[in-house]
Structure formats: structure tokens, C-alpha cells
């Protein structure tokens, strides 16, 4: 988590609080969608970073780093 650090404000862009929370988790479950498609393994998911707010709610997620080296070579996967 503590990649995490160095890409995220220690602020909350919506009110501005520093009371920020963040956990890891998985990018698929068993009852909702693939969040991050053809970046995991073949028997896991891609792994997310959370970070919320305790104060509004806002909720942000981030891709690993293992997820974000996998996306330049991934066919899911496409530019704006």
C-alpha cells in the first residue's frame, strides 16, 4: 500500500479533508463485475487500492502496480 502514497493527494479533491481511509481489495468478486478485465492472473483478480473519505464519502479507486504494467500489452484494454 504504501506505492499508493505516491500517487494519491493526502487530501480529498471533493471537501478538502485529510481524513482519508484506504484498504486493498479485489477487482472481481463472485456476485459483481470484473472491475479490471485481463489484468490479473489466471486464477486471480487484478487488485484494487480504495480510498475514501470519512467525512463526504468520496470513494477512489486505484489499480496496482502489477495491474498497470499488464495494461500497455492487454487486448481489453484501449486508448482514448
Known amino acids: 500500500m504504501s506505492e499508493l502514497k505516491h500517487r494519491v493527494s493526502r487530501t480529498c479533491p471533493e471537501c478538502g479533508s485529510a481524513n482519508l481511509r484506504q484498504t486493498a481489495t479485489a477487482s472481481a468478486g463472485a456476485y459483481g463485475p470484473v472491475l479490471l478485465p485481463g489484468l490479473g492472473g489466471f486464477l486471480h483478480s487484478a487488485q484494487?487500492?480504495?480510498v475514501v473519505c470519512a467525512d463526504c464519502g468520496l470513494?477512489?479507486?486505484y489499480a496496482d502496480s502489477n495491474a498497470l504494467?499488464?495494461?500497455?500489452r492487454s487486448s481489453r484494454w484501449f486508448a482514448l
Open 48 to 50: 484494487l487500492q480504495v
Open 69 to 72: 504494467a499488464k495494461l500497455p
Open 59 to 61: 470513494t477512489r479507486f
